[in-house]
């Protein structure tokens, strides 16, 4: 998956980048030009706005973190995380790496059969809802006018015949870095960083 970046924050996997030097150098390069490395928990990030934020369908990006309805909550949060997600649930699951229910773990993405169901080539592969795996067996999500955002049992979420699949944004046995951009410097997806960095070594 290639990382585009939300505001000043760019999720970027460095040693995807092929660079001719160490991820370490890389880091410091970076930081000489005034980048910084965020750590961001998309889980706590989350779990954050469980009875606290409030629901309404159709909810505006700008309103988050006050307002949101289920797909908005994941496009925040993942964005926070410098990783832009489309804006609807069945286009956020077209991204990532498919995972099996079997193997989710936490920060994954689930996607369920909703009251209303988009499909791209069946109706019965309809996605209406989505939330966060914790990997605590529960699912964060915004659920609905009477109950805001809240954690849910994985298996109530998904129930009997609604599960629609899992996606994982960050690669299980990658190292994705979080990266602030200094003012003035614009990174639209993360392999802008790699051309920075080789700008700056020796000739």
Known sequence: MEYRAVGCRCAVDID?????????????ILASKKFKVLRV???????????????????RLVEAPAIFDCSTLIKW?????????????IQQRELGESVELSEITSGDVVFVSGWVDY????PADGVGHVGIATGDNTVIHAGNRKIGVVETPLDKFVGKDKFRGVRRYIPKYR?????????????????????????SLPK
Not at 42 to 50: F, G, I, Y
Not at 185 to 193: G, L, N, T
């Open 175 to 199: 190292e994705v870095t979080i990266l602030e951009t200094p003012v003035g410097r614009e990174v639209e997806i993360a392999d802008d960083i790699r051309w920075i960095v080789l700008q």
């Open 77 to 89: 949060s993942y964005g926070q995380c410098g990783i832009w997600l489309p804006r609807r649930s």
């Open 16 to 28: 995807s980048l092929r660079l001719p030097i160490s991820r370490e150098r890389v880091l410091s």
């Open 119 to 122: 499909y791209l080539d069946s």
């Open 41 to 59: 928990d998309v889980v706590a990030l989350a779990r954050s706005c469980v009875g606290v934020s409030r629901y309404r369908r159709g909810a």
